[in-house]
């Protein structure tokens, strides 16, 4: 056991006038399962490679033991995995990697296969697995998640909640649950540790929330009221103050002592409360400093005359092979149905067949006439350049896509730099918010949720909700899913 130490931890990067970091203090214990949450582009793949010690920092971080980063790339895919897996853990003997790869569910003879043979999938078990093999490191684990199925995803979980001492970024709230003991999170103004999972992360920090905005709102009319009392308070004393110099009441002067005794008593009690309005607005100027602002997204999708989609028997072939099918559903307005199935059984590929591609097929495929398409595809790594060439590209109207982002909780100094630049869940964010600008029958969503944070997934799931669009998806988020679709469709292998 060790305690990783981070005190006054500042850092930017070459060239920036933002810091990622700037005077944060935590620590850690290298013995927990911790998870690791956080906004997209606050810092956390960054944090990481600060302990890999990448980059010079300000401050002090103590207690590193030897890391290992995931996921990490294979230099030649073409040669056997097992080779691959030699060379990201080289003191593993071969009957570990045997042992390591069959608890995730990884098939022996997927190891004595060229490694880009195996699905994406496959790879990631596989190359995840030596990460726990020979030496003993401490393994820094960067959402493994993105291209793993459901039943992947579960059996990652199962089996990071048989290790002990790692740091997993994920935006995944049930695999989550299903492998952390602890939560990191990054907030606006800190860093928070907490002992449990997600969802027990999730509860104290809504009821702390919750709290903290019937307190702001509780102080916020405190002090419009002591303001008021004060300004009151002030006035009559200024009027008082004036009877000094007023005429003969009755042939009497006025009491000047008494007089000035009394403005002066009305003074104090004018300051008092003004004191007291300024410890509330202090009170109040603590609160909420870490409250994540969900604003509500909106959509405006058209109405479709008529059943959208109508897919009977349909099967897809490719290089002569059938690669899924038969598959039979039909898309009525307003349906949400979620593509399901295990890494390679063709979800994507059929989508790709109903935005039009060329592929080859049996079976009756009709669409709505006039049918107008959105589509989020999986791979955001094509962005490239300008954020005003993509939009001008894209055809998105420009006030509305900047909007989006901004509620997306997308820092305006990002819009300058390029979009290569950017976090892989900024980009994600992108093609999300170009969707959102353009009104469709239909919206294709192929993995929207790659690499997008918490808060996000959350606006997203709400929007869908509320405008109800007709769409087509493949999510692999089960949390997501279960709240937003109204139907599955398991995919079968071809």
């Known amino acids: 056991m060790s305690m990783i130490r981070v005190e006054d931890l500042t850092f930017a990067y070459p060239g920036s006038c933002h810091n990622v970091f700037e005077h944060i203090d935590f620590q850690f214990d290298t013995d927990w399962k911790l998870g690791f949450l956080g906004r997209n582009g606050r810092g956390k793949t960054t944090f990481l490679r600060l302990l890999l010690g990448e980059y010079p920092y300000g401050g002090r971080i103590s207690g590193v033991p030897e890391c290992a980063y995931f996921p990490n790339q294979a230099a030649e895919p073409s040669r056997m995995t097992m080779e691959v897996l030699h060379d990201a853990c080289p003191l593993a003997e071969e009957w570990e990697l045997l042992r390591e790869t069959g608890l995730l569910g990884v098939e022996a003879e997927a190891l004595y296969r060229p490694f880009d043979t195996l699905s994406h999938g496959e790879r990631t078990k596989a190359l995840l697995a030596a990460m726990f093999c020979g030496e003993a490191r401490y393994l820094l684990i960067d959402e493994p998640t993105n291209h793993l199925d459901a039943l992947g995803r579960r059996a990652v979980a199962a089996y990071l909640r048989r290790k002990r001492g790692f740091l997993l970024v994920s935006h995944d709230r049930a695999f989550l649950d299903g492998c952390v003991d602890h939560v ?36 916020q009319k405190e002090v419009a009221r002591l303001r008021q009392a004060a300004s009151q308070t002030s006035g009559w004393s200024d009027k008082v103050e004036a009877t000094k110099r007023g005429s003969r009441n009755g042939g009497l002067r006025p009491d000047r002592g008494y007089i000035g005794h009394k403005s002066a008593k009305m003074m104090q009690r004018s300051k008092s409360i003004e004191e007291r309005r300024q410890r509330a607005a202090e009170e109040k100027a603590a609160l909420l400093k870490d409250l994540e602002r969900m604003e509500a997204l909106k959509l405006r999708p058209l109405a479709a005359r008529g059943r959208v989609l109508d897919v009977r028997d349909l099967s897809l072939f490719y290089g002569g092979k059938r690669v899924c099918g038969p598959l039979t559903f039909r898309l009525e307005p307003g349906d949400r149905i979620a593509l399901d199935g295990t890494n390679g059984c063709g979800k994507s590929t059929v989508l790709k067949c109903l935005l039009g591609e060329e592929i080859a097929r049996e079976g009756m495929l009709v669409k709505c006439p006039g049918l107008t398409v959105s589509y989020v595809p999986q791979d955001a790594s094509c962005l490239r350049g300008s954020l005003w060439d993509y939009i001008k590209e894209s055809g998105a109207e420009e006030p509305l896509l900047l909007a989006i982002l901004r509620k997306l909780d997308f820092p305006r100094e990002q819009f300058e730099k ?38 996000s997934r959350m606006q997203i799931e709400e929007l869908l909700l509320e405008f109800q669009p007709t769409m087509l998806l493949v999510e692999h988020d089960k949390t997501f899913r279960q709240r937003v679709a109204t139907e599955e469709i398991t995919i079968s292998c071809g």
């Not at 103004?189 to 307190?215: I, L």
């Not at 294709?444 to 790659?450: A, F, H, K, S, Y």
Request: net charge negative; aromatic share 12%.
């Open 418 to 455: 390029n979009m290569e630049d950017w976090s892989a869940g900024q980009r994600k964010k992108a093609l999300i918010a170009r969707s959102l600008c353009e009104s469709a029958h239909l919206y294709i969503w192929d993995e929207p949720l790659n690499y997008i944070d918490v808060w």
């Open 184 to 219: 990191l999170a990054l907030n606006r103004t800190g860093v928070e540790v907490q002992s449990g999972g997600f969802s027990s992360w999730w509860e104290n920090k809504s009821r702390r929330d919750a709290f903290e905005q019937a307190k702001n709102d509780r102080l």
